[in-house]
């Protein structure tokens, strides 16, 4: 991949899933790239099997065999303060480990290689995206540089900017971050108007 492609990517970061698109001219249409398993979505999941770090199906695949070690809900954590009354009800259902850091952030405790490792959801994210990121250059079959990414409407400053600083550590220029019903809505009407026989059209998108 030795060229850098001029086509910005749309991420759609989600809670529990996640996916990568980009707008084509040539097919006058949105398409969503599948990952390595031909899947559209990917499981925003993070994991480890003692050996390497897992992410997407590998790493939700693990979470029967070894919940304590797999990472899911990191954008609950986002631009979180560890002492938030939802944070903490959320913590109590996890089955694994998020600590306080410095400044009340939320730190999430991974043990790796028999290592407990400490991680920013700024970090597990990155991961996330990264693997995004890959699955649009495995498709485009060159380096891909420039996302927007969509984020919740009611995400704070503080979300809105750790999710940016995921962007970041992923390697992805993010040019904007969009509303999710903003990204839905504007997603819907490009492939009504390319494509209005797809029959997944009112479900492809949002996730």
Known sequence: MSSVTTTPVGIDLGTTYSCVAAWFDQHDRVEIFPNEQGYMITPSYVASNGRDLLVGESAKNHVTRNPTRTIFDVKRLMGSRFSDTRLQQDIQSWPFKVIKGSNDKPVIV???????ME??????????????????ETFLRTTVRDAVITVPAYFSDKQRQATKVAGTLAGLNVMRLINEPTSAAIAYGLDKFSDPNHPNQKKRFHI
């Open 110 to 116: 991974l043990e790796h290689m028999g290592v407990d």
């Open 119 to 136: 991680f920013s959801p700024e970090e597990i994210s990155s991961m996330i995206l990264k693997k995004l990121k890959e699955v649009a």
